[in-house]
DNA sequence: TTTTGAATTGCAATCGGTTGCAATTTAAAA
DNA sequence: TTTTAAATTGCAACCGATTGCAATTCAAAA
């Protein structure tokens, strides 16, 4: 049982063609069903298996998709792989994964790694310091269909897969304000990816309608991590004008503030809310209930592979599509809520 | 530029064979450092990219690793998967992932893929129902090093990677025991699998030796995820003997049940003290703090992924190794510390 | 200038399926 | 029984890179 079996020797064996077997093998409606079963069962008994190279190197396609995020190991990003996997898996793809770990030059790698084996379509979402796309030019010329998601750019003539982050942190805001707060700090990460600015904005803009100040608005750029809202509760501590509510563009950053700050003695709501982002598990371990972003990852895995396959399949353009926005919704816990009765 | 250039292409151009083009792309020292050098460049200019398939067909190697895991979306999983990939990429391989969903049928399609794929090796942890092992005789049949990882198996002459989980469950009951608990409840996972079969040996030894009564050995099987922890909480309550000490196998169980004990009036650790396993995130975000078991996931996953490659590059008989056990360690926090100055 | 060995390069087979088109067989219609 | 169309099967040329061995080139030694 050393030798691979290959479609010559069942040929041989049953006295027909390689073509034939090949078509048989494939269930091509061409090949009398007699002849089909056995060779079917004549490869079974042989324990054979298809070359897939062989196979992909006649056909030009893989049947693999290329995804490259910037890190696995999150609650979102291995959720969308997940649920990337699944639809994947049904429709007979594979995955080759990689994470550029929010470098641009490992994602420039990763992507030419990805070209190299010629998946048949690429999804992305973007590294923290990505500025230049020339890396994703070589899809685009040999048209293979390429797609952002959460982290997507507008610089590609790509579809993406979003959810409205500006509406997002426009309503956590609006739902902090009504809770009566008027010093509302902001905090987020890398303001030149999408995610990040539209929230931003969508808190700005929130500020602004409710007519407050310009002293009003307070951001803080930070990695997002747990460490870092650690940090960010000795900044709070610090300050002379402190916020009574904090929106942060992460549940992991925003729990680790919480559970900082609870220690040093402050009161959460009373003294300052939180809105975090995400609806990790965490959100719902923390005391008081962290207020959040519910983030369908899964369910935007799952719509990015098929959107994909869909493409390939049926060939329609991905240009087309420009841009497929999922519904998110705030969650209202314990740790925003100063009103009785407030929802 | 929509026709792809082959190293034919380049051979002419340059008044080449396609055989001195492939040498010379491939850095072969019988080559002219000249030529080799007119090569790439020309190379570069026509914006050649090899091709895999035609490569691999010839070579009989993918330079691809499959790994089958139960979920993606677990903090210890994404974690492993993160340092597998580090290690992979800077090796030159890819990973080609699957998830099993815990189902065993799963299991065996991601297998049979993976085979078809000829990866060059396949890392496994198993699903929780896996109970027969042949879907991996075809990998042992054909000589593919095949690796299990923090689920494996003894049916299999494979080497395997895990932490000491008899060892792990052994200390964390001591711990409990040394905090004085009597009655300590030990929640696990299906107990086919060897990480929550040896916690519980663990556990179970430690209590004997601690010269308790049968009846003090009380173990609880679900399926560890969040919502079992609620269930559990209830469960607890339920009791007439109420536990001491509970020593579950996942810490997102253990948090989520800690906060519906909490919640409904018990306090941690005094009316009942708790341990959990793995690190999670969230083990320090649940107040108190949850004594826990470190789990090294992404180290997990550099050693699996290199001792794979080792072995492929160097062809050492991957059998010899029969396993390899990390180092885990407990964490004792708040939630477990009911004598002063205990640690 | 000839010899000789090393350095380069090319030939041609090979890896294993796939597929357009032609050839053959089979079955239905005349 | 012959004609004709449909159903099967086979031929042979790909797909693109790799590699053992032979051929050629080159330069140094005789």
Chains 1, 2 share one sequence.
Do not use: W
């Not at 898996?89 to 470098?103: C, F, P, T, V």
């Not at 009504?178 to 700090?185: N, V, Y």
Request: aromatic share 6%.
């Amino acid at each position: 049982m050393e030798k691979e079996v290959t479609i010559y020797d069942i040929a041989e064996l049953l006295q027909l063609s390689a073509a034939t077997v090949s078509r048989a093998l494939n269930d091509h409606p061409a090949i009398n069903i007699k002849t089909r079963q056995r060779v079917q069962s004549k490869a079974n008994e042989l324990g054979y298996r298809s070359n897939t190279f062989a196979s992909n190197l006649r056909k030009k396609t893989t049947q693999t998709l290329g995804v490259i995020v910037p890190r696995l190991n999150s609650h979102f990003m291995s959720s969308v792989l997940a649920g990337m996997e699944v639809v994947a898996n049904k429709a007979g793809y594979h995955m080759l994964i990689s994470q550029s770990l929010e470098s641009a030059a490992n994602e420039k790698a990763n992507a030419r790694t990805m070209f190299n084996n010629r998946v048949d379509g690429l999804l992305v979402s973007l590294a923290y310091d990505t500025e230049s796309y020339d890396h994703f030019a070589g899809f685009i010329k040999k048209k293979v269909p390429l797609l952002f998601f959460d982290r997507v750019t507008d610089f590609m003539e790509c579809p993406g897969i979003v959810i409205d982050n500006y509406k997002a942190g426009y309503e956590a805001t609006r739902h902090l304000l009504a809770q009566g707060c008027q010093q509302i700090l902001h905090v987020t990460g890398n303001l030149r990816r999408n995610v990040y600015n539209d929230r931003m904005e969508g808190y700005k803009k929130a500020i602004q309608e409710a007519g407050l100040s310009e002293r009003a608005v307070q951001v803080i750029v930070n990695d997002l991590s747990a460490e870092a809202g650690v940090v960010l509760a000795r900044q709070i501590m610090a300050m002379e004008q402190k916020p009574d509510g904090v929106f942060v563009a992460s549940d992991i950053c925003a729990v680790n503030c919480m559970r900082a700050l609870i220690d040093a003695g402050y009161r959460i709501p009373d003294d300052v809310a939180f809105v975090g982002f995400n609806n990790d598990h965490v959100s719902q371990i923390i005391d008081p209930k962290l207020t959040t972003v519910d983030y369908p990852g899964h369910q935007m895995g799952e719509l990015a592979v098929s959107t994909m396959i869909n493409h390939l399949t049926s060939n329609q353009p991905l240009g087309a599509t420009s841009s497929i926005v999922l519904r998110s919704q705030l969650i209202v816990r314990a740790s925003s809520k100063r009103l009785l009765g407030a929802d």
